[in-house]
């Protein structure tokens, strides 16, 4: 199975990739054995991936970087890179390539200590590959420091480095750095597309992969979550609820604050094992025996760490309950529909006797206001207000109304 097949509802995007990887294919090859390079390529230097939330603009990225490393025999009969079965496209793939190094943001930004030995290695040659790929998960996460070493790097990149940009939309990166990119944006999968996936990819029963599909809107990751991951269904379920525990002032605060520690539980079992594996990692590599205590001198660096998995911890509680929030509003989104009479397709039809009896206790004003009291507190969480107090604040909104 190619790699192009992970990249759902996105053919456009595929061809245009996979005709850029051919092109860079031939670069390669041509310098290696000295031929004259194509005269006209569809292959540049940085690449700026776009689309809305759970388009897959990552999986598309890391797709093309395993393409771009493909090391199939099959290329030589004209076959497309990106067979997904080699060295290099499963190494790329899974993360441990040695010429792709990714960069994500650990906490609300992307910092320049985080991309200086990364904007360093994009001025070698590959160690092995074909390519040397520097792919930026949340280039909008990018500050200032951090944004201009990175535009330096894409200005005078090395013959063979490739930059990949992922971002929710181009106003989100320096125009200085999006104006050296070509831009691809990707659309939000189909249901059916999504569905189809899951059935296919992860084995999941038809009606289950259709449910999740159709709750999260196209959503791949989060449809994919929800769809194998009981502990999901089981936080979705308790999140459609809470609109009917607002009758009280004393209600509303108890709503807030499971929803808030629903979130933390949630980042921490995310990030217990990987701060477990990091932590065994480094000690390693410092000299610690099993068991044993740390070299002197290694204390900073462990603290460094340690500082950094905090970060990560609090971004991964700020996503989760980003995501209890998303849920909010699609629930909301369905009673104004009800309200207003619309076909457009539920996406909690499970729960279709709960929004009938919301639609039946509100006006769609009153529906209106309560979709925006989410959207304001969404956006007190990105300024970095305390959750507990955005929630409360949501909260009582909404049962006000």
Not at 96 to 104: F, L, P, W
Request: proline fraction near 5%.
């Amino acid at each position: 199975m190619s790699v192009w097949d992970d990249l759902v509802g996105q053919e456009k995007v595929s061809e245009q990739l996979a005709a850029a990887a051919r092109d860079a294919d031939a670069l390669v090859t041509a310098a290696v054995t000295g031929t004259p390079p194509p005269e006209a390529s569809k292959m540049t230097h940085a690449w700026l991936f776009t689309g809305p939330p759970g388009a897959g603009i990552t999986q598309t990225a890391r797709s093309f970087a395993a393409a771009l490393q493909c090391v199939s025999p099959d290329r030589a009969l004209g076959g497309t890179p990106g067979c997904g079965f080699c060295d290099g496209c499963h190494t790329a793939l899974v993360g441990t390539h040695a010429d792709v190094s990714t960069v994500a943001a650990v906490g609300a930004q992307i910092l320049v200590d985080d991309m200086r030995d990364t904007v360093r290695k994009s001025f070698t040659s590959p160690a092995n590959g074909r390519w040397q790929v520097i792919l930026v998960e949340d280039a909008e996460r990018l500050n200032e420091k951090s944004a201009n070493a990175v535009l330096k790097a894409v200005e005078e990149p090395a013959p063979r480095t490739v930059w990949l940009l992922c971002a929710p939309s181009v106003e989100d990166v320096l125009p200085t750095i999006r104006s050296r990119c070509r831009h691809l944006n990707l659309r939000t999968p189909s249901v059916d597309a999504v569905a189809d996936m899951l059935v296919r990819r992860d084995g999941v029963e038809p009606d289950v992969a259709a449910a999740a599909a159709r709750a999260t809107q196209g959503h791949i990751d989060r449809a994919r979550r929800l769809a194998t991951d009981p502990a999901a269904r089981e936080r979705r379920a308790t999140v459609l609820k809470l609109p009917l525990r607002l009758d009280e002032i004393g209600g509303c605060l108890k709503a807030a604050q499971e929803l808030v520690d629903a979130a933390a539980d949630d980042a921490k079992a995310l990030a217990e094992e990987t701060d477990t594996k990091e932590t065994e990692e480094l000690k390693a590599a410092l000299g610690a025996a099993q068991g044993g205590r740390l070299p002197r001198g290694t204390a900073g660096v462990m603290k460094d760490l340690e500082d950094k998995q905090k970060r990560r911890r609090t971004r991964t509680q700020r996503d989760s309950l980003d995501l209890a929030l998303t849920g909010l509003t699609a629930l909301y989104r369905d009673v104004l529909a009800l309200q207003l009479g619309s076909r457009v397709a539920i996406a909690n039809s499970d729960v279709e006797d709960t929004l009938e009896r919301i639609a039946r206790g509100s006006s769609p004003e009153a529906t209106l206001r309560r979709i925006e009291a989410i959207a304001a507190c969404r956006d007190a969480l990105d300024r970095n207000v305390a959750p507990l107090l955005a929630v409360e604040a949501m909260t009582m909104a909404l049962r006000s109304g």
